[in-house]
């Protein structure tokens, strides 16, 4: 018998080979009692596999995985936004939370943008390009 999914788990999927995606990764930390697993998009974990069948582009954006629902780019942004702690990374008061979450939504096609110029420039090729390759 599967074991039921743990309801204060969270997998977060992210481009190991972005600079920035790799340093949000190691700083976002989820409030106590909260696990947080954190897995390379570029590996042959089956949750990226089971992302990428569920049809999400990784080069459109990271993965957060909880309770059985996926969050992508900007949603999974925002769904970090407002499970981290006073001490953490980007927790505000709700309020600011709103505020913050319409400006995620505006300005992460800029942070993709971004990502990918830097992807381009320290030569690395894009995750669905090496999928292709393989």
């Known amino acids: 018998m599967d074991k039921p999914a743990d309801p204060d788990a969270i ?3 992210y481009d190991g080979q972005c600079p920035v995606c790799t340093a949000y990764s190691e700083a976002v930390e989820p409030a106590a009692g909260t ?4 897995i390379d998009a ?3 974990d089956p949750l ?3 992302a990428t069948a569920a049809g999400y582009d990784l ?4 993965i957060v995985m909880h309770d059985g629902r996926y969050y992508h780019g900007a949603e999974a942004l925002s769904f970090m936004a407002r499970r981290t702690p006073a001490s953490g990374l980007t927790h505000r008061r709700r309020s600011e939370q709103q505020a913050m ?7 992460y096609p800029a942070l993709r943008a971004g990502r990918n110029a830097l992807l381009r420039l320290l030569g690395r090729k894009k995750i669905g ?3 292709k390759a393989a």
Do not use: C, F, P
């Open 35 to 38: 696990t947080l697993e954190r």
């Open 48 to 50: 990226v596999r089971e």
């Open 129 to 131: 390009a090496v999928d």
């Open 59 to 62: 080069d459109e954006g990271m």
């Open 101 to 107: 979450e319409a400006v995620g939504r505006a300005v």
């Open 11 to 13: 997998t977060l999927i």
């Open 42 to 44: 570029r590996s042959d």
